[in-house]
């Protein structure tokens, strides 16, 4: 799926270069190159290779990633950017440090490993690599903002964690329902309603828009007055006390260490007994079940019934879909799924799932910040990047420069796009949702939701 509208412009198409051509490297590779870069995948098992190369319509070379030959045959010599995704963590690190050594570009290693949790930025600096991603790191965090407002569909993060990106269903009772935007400024302080799904289509609102049962409104604010919002509309604000974890992978030791240092009981149910012992040692104050989470006695036998967030995150996308229907069936605990594949998205969406994750997006939307980012010959001041709505949308936070076209202006006197909406602004520690008459200033970070596709600079907003 792509999004409504691509911005066309003048930056510069990248040589980028992909080691790994698994489920992350394809969807970096899918992505990139639709966006425009030259792309080259390297990966040892040529079946791979073969088939990212035909269905993306990017180069492939089989072979070793952090071999000098084969980088050099990849073309590193004229890369702006390599980035390595493989399922080794030192073979990443090894493949970015001969990148480096060999070419003049920049490098993204992904690092999963817990052992390098408190090191990354040591190594980041010693390797002089311009990224590093981990993305089950990243996925707990989302998976544990969602705890902390259990209404919320998906919250995503910008500002600093100044302000987030609230998604929700709206119930056929809420009091919004009925009602245009410009009919609840009360209701509606201290927050803006960026985008409303309604039978497939999305809608960015106006003041005249009106709501219905069945709509998924996303609005940004400041997390404090997101929490303000759900209370007037009556949707849950309490974080959840408890929370159970099927699954004893990386995802759920850092979703388990952030959940217990906010003082949230947490059980995990892991089939392997080593790995058992192992997060018994390293999770003090978590109860480890060692058994199988699909087994429904096992399941109650674990409290699974008095548990408030249940968190299926097993390898396996299907078995995490079976224990989220379950649990949705049998209990009014707020369940998120983590999800592998990208695949057969529109019959997930159809399963109507309370929140899911998918780890590779924010592993892929960290690089497409990057590399927009690179894109811009005069340094762009792109921050952070999401793909919303099934690629239909993007949310995008901007650091406003000195030069900016936008700086020092009245917003209502901007010529901006159609299909785009200025959701906040950051400025000296505070976010505020702009008004015409404010002006976006040097310094500014600014977060836009649009339904274009490909914005790099601040300045793409304007016609």
Do not use: W
């Amino acid at each position: 799926m792509s999004l409504f509208d691509s911005t066309k412009s003048d930056k510069k198409s990248l040589n980028i270069i992909i080691v790994g051509g698994g489920n992350v490297g394809s969807t970096i590779t899918e992505q990139l190159s639709r966006e425009g870069h030259h792309v080259t995948v390297i990966d040892k098992d040529p079946n791979i290779v073969k088939h990212i190369a035909e269905t993306h319509d990017v180069m492939g070379i089989a072979g070793n990633g952090s071999s000098y030959g084969v980088q050099i045959e990849a073309g590193i010599e004229s890369a702006d950017l390599f980035i390595a995704v493989t399922d080794s963590d030192e073979l990443n690190l090894l493949c970015c440090t001969m990148a480096k050594k060999v070419g003049n570009c920049a490098s993204i290693a992904r690092v999963r490993t817990p052992d390098y949790i408190d090191e990354l930025g040591y190594i980041r600096e010693k390797l002089g690599l311009s990224m590093i991603i981990n993305p089950e790191l990243e996925a707990a965090r989302e998976i544990a903002r969602l705890l902390r407002l259990p209404g919320a569909i998906s919250i995503n993060s910008f500002a600093r964690s100044h302000a987030e990106l609230v998604k929700f269903k709206l119930a056929d009772a809420s009091p919004l329902c009925g009602k245009a935007i410009m009919q609840l400024q009360d209701t509606l302080a201290d927050i803006l309603v960026c985008a409303v799904e309604r039978d497939g289509e999305l809608h960015i609102p106006n003041g005249s828009f009106i709501f219905a049962g069945g709509d998924t409104v996303s609005f940004i604010a400041a997390p404090k007055n997101a929490q303000r919002f759900f209370k007037r509309i009556s949707i849950e604000t309490r974080a959840v006390s408890s929370a159970m974890i099927v699954g004893g992978g990386r995802i759920a030791y850092y979703l388990a260490k952030q959940l217990l240092d906010a003082g949230i009981h947490v059980r995990i149910i892991e089939k392997n007994p080593a790995r058992c012992a192992e997060l018994a040692g390293l999770l003090d104050g978590a109860l480890i079940f060692c058994g199988d989470g699909t087994d429904e006695e096992f399941l109650a036998e674990s409290g699974f019934m008095q548990t408030e967030a249940f968190v299926p995150l097993t390898n396996i996308d299907e078995e995490n879909i079976l224990l989220t229907l379950y649990a949705k069936s049998k209990t009014d605990a707020k369940v998120i799924t983590k999800i592998n594949r990208t695949n057969f998205h529109e019959v997930i969406a159809g399963l109507e799932m309370d929140s899911v994750v998918y780890p590779r997006y924010i592993t892929t939307e960290s690089i497409i910040t990057y590399a927009r980012a690179r894109q811009n010959s005069i340094g762009s001041n792109i921050e952070t990047l999401y793909h919303l709505f099934d690629n239909r949308a993007e949310a995008i936070e901007f650091r406003v420069a000195s030069d900016s076209a936008v700086a020092g202006r009245p917003i209502m006197e901007l010529p901006l796009k159609k299909d785009l909406l200025i959701a906040c602004v950051y400025r000296n520690g505070k976010v505020f949702i702009p008004s015409g008459h404010d002006r976006i200033e040097c310094g500014d970070a600014v977060v836009v939701m649009t339904k274009h596709g490909g914005f790099g600079d601040i300045d793409d907003i304007l016609v």
